[in-house]
């Protein structure tokens, strides 16, 4: 297939993968992605989604990809130039014919250590490339002059790929003189990651309240926080995946809006899991799950809060999180050593405090009293008895955690 350019044409897209894991037809319209779109779907790192009519609204990383979303842009780049075929069998080319070279001149200790080193997750590879141009010749036993004209001949040299060479090695040059970049930055990024297995789930900064830049007007306008999700939930949902807002706009903003995204947190796994601890801590006492609270330290801030089950204390909730996700069927993402960051909880709670879903009871995190009574009537059938069952979940989760000592 026709292949752009270069990738320094793609860094807003490579940002915005690496941050939000999915890209919606409005966006990929407005960052005028489109042909990378398609080669990195042809190259397996992108998913479509379609929509009744078969047409495309979004695209998602693919789950041997969606690890890029804990990359930075640079990384994830790369990782995404090196998965197309056409560039991926170029740089294999560059490999084998240093290698070759290398046999040559008897490099056979630096052979060894490449073999276990940077190219051990291209051995498969490269002993596919090998194959068909020894054709019952080994490349070492040819001719100097008639091995660099063999190599010079390949398809897979034909096309110009300085450019890509320049973004993803960090050099440009003939592909003779491109072994030792590609050996650096081609292989060790081709280790396979673990392949996630269900949806991904990632929790980033969303500005939902005042501290954090909330504003109505700007809210209701299409950006990559308030976007319609598929493949990897990561924000608030506002607006469709072709830029269409997903509330009834004849209403007063500053009602509807609030309303729509109280409904639309719910939906993000990692706000589900301490939307739903409340409604646990909130229904406790009148049934029969352990007694569970949102406690939060008076020396400490909101990043502190921690789960109290029976009274005992399991760990906080940058520890939690993760497992929380879990259990609700989604894999999370973003996390360091299992937690989530301080700063990431302490802006998913204060989003909660401002959208009235929680509130502040001495030093306890409860449910905001309108949106306890809103579980009994408009979110009934949406929130309320459709959580039962994971809330039960959650709890038996939490409560095994106590019973072992909680989190460190």
């Known amino acids: 297939m026709s292949l752009p350019p270069g990738p320094n044409d793609a860094v807003a897209l490579f940002e915005h993968l690496a941050q939000w894991g999915e890209l919606s037809a409005y966006e990929a319209e407005d960052l005028g992605a489109g042909p990378w779109v398609s080669v990195f779907e042809n190259a397996g790192a992108l998913e479509v989604v379609q ?11 693919t789950p041997p990809f969606v690890h890029l979303v804990e990359c930075d842009a640079q990384q994830a780049g790369r990782r995404l130039c090196f998965a197309v075929p056409e560039y991926r069998a170029y740089l294999l080319s560059i490999l084998v014919e240093g290698l070759v070279d290398a046999g040559r001149t008897g490099m056979t200790v630096e052979l060894e250590e490449w073999t276990k080193d940077e190219l051990a997750p291209l051995l498969a590879e490269l002993n596919a490339f090998l194959g068909p141009l020894e054709g019952g010749k080994r490349l070492v036993d040819f001719a100097p002059a008639e091995f660099e004209a063999r190599m010079a001949d390949l398809p897979e040299r034909s096309r110009p790929f300085a ?9 440009s040059a003939r592909p003779k003189g491109l072994f030792e970049f590609a050996l650096r930055r081609f292989g060790p990024a081709c280790v396979a990651m673990p392949v996630a297995v269900g949806t991904a789930a990632v929790l980033r900064p969303l500005p939902l309240n005042r501290e954090d830049g909330f504003g109505l007007g700007s809210a209701s306008m299409p950006q990559p926080w308030n976007t319609q999700r598929f493949g990897v939930l990561s924000g608030a949902p506002i607006t469709d995946a072709r830029g269409q807002r997903m509330f009834d706009e004849d209403a007063p903003l500053n009602e ?6 109280r409904d639309a947190v719910v939906k993000h796994p990692f706000y589900a899991a301490v939307i739903h601890l409340g409604i646990c801590a909130w229904r406790s006492p009148a049934s029969t799950m352990p007694t569970v609270e949102l406690y939060v330290p008076a020396s400490g801030g909101l990043h502190d809060v921690s789960a109290l089950v029976g009274s005992r204390g399991v760990g906080r909730m940058a520890e939690l999180l993760g497992d929380l996700v879990r259990v609700q069927g989604y894999v999370p993402f973003g996390l360091v050593d299992g937690r989530v960051s301080d700063d990431l909880v302490g802006n998913l709670l204060r989003n909660l405090l401002e959208l009235r879903i929680l509130r502040h009871q001495d030093e306890l995190l409860v449910l905001d009293d309108d949106y ?11 929130v309320f008895r459709p959580g039962k069952e994971l809330q039960k979940r959650m709890v038996e989760e939490l409560a095994l955690r106590a019973s072992e000592g909680g989190v460190a």
């Open 256 to 261: 509807v809006l609030l309303e729509h995204l």
């Open 163 to 171: 450019a890509w060479d320049s973004y993803t090695l960090g050099h």
């Open 372 to 382: 306890q009574s809103s579980l009994m009537a408009a979110r009934l059938r949406t």
């Open 51 to 61: 929509d009744k009519h078969g047409r495309p609204v979004a695209w998602h990383l």
